[in-house]
């Protein structure tokens, strides 16, 4: 006489709702953290200046380049440092209008070329009101100023 085991009919299955979930929670941090502010992540030591502050800009287009020379204006980054990337990225942010004022902050570290090629891509685009941003001389007052403006 043969006796039927019936634990052997019972088929193992997977359960995903628990994998869904984790899933989930991993795509809503991922989502979250990569909206954070891209210039919190930038440590810029301006160079240092004496001068009289120039009146703030509120519409000022900012173009930022770090102590590595890589460039970023507004809140995107540009893909490559050459000249041809960097117009395309300004462009793309600024629009049609040449007019609105240009705020330069460059890193103390950053190499010479780097701001120069900034400054060419502006130029080159028409922009013409170009401010370079600075520190003050004393320690003081750690808060960036323009002290010059180009035209």
């Known amino acids: ?3 039927r085991d019936h634990r052997a009919d019972d088929e193992p299955e997977i359960n995903l709702i628990p994998l869904i979930d984790v899933v989930l929670c991993l795509i809503i941090f991922f989502v979250i953290t990569t909206t954070f502010d891209a210039r919190s992540v930038l440590k ?3 160079p240092r200046a004496d001068g009289e502050p120039a009146p703030a800009q509120s519409r000022a287009l900012s173009v930022l380049v770090n102590a590595d020379g890589r460039y970023f204006v507004g809140d995107r980054e540009a893909l490559r440092t050459d000249l041809a990337s960097l117009k395309r990225t300004i462009a793309e942010v600024a629009g049609p209008d040449r007019d609105r004022g240009v705020l330069l902050r460059a890193d ?3 190499p010479h070329q ?3 090629t900034a400054l060419d891509a502006l130029g080159q685009l028409g922009f013409r009101n170009i401010a ?3 520190a003050p001389e004393t320690a003081a007052a750690p808060a960036p100023r323009a002290t010059g403006v180009a035209r």
Do not use: N, P
């Open 1 to 3: 006489m043969r006796i």
């Open 44 to 46: 810029l030591e301006l």
């Open 108 to 110: 103390a570290r950053t």
């Open 114 to 116: 780097a701001v120069v």
């Open 132 to 134: 370079i941003a600075t």
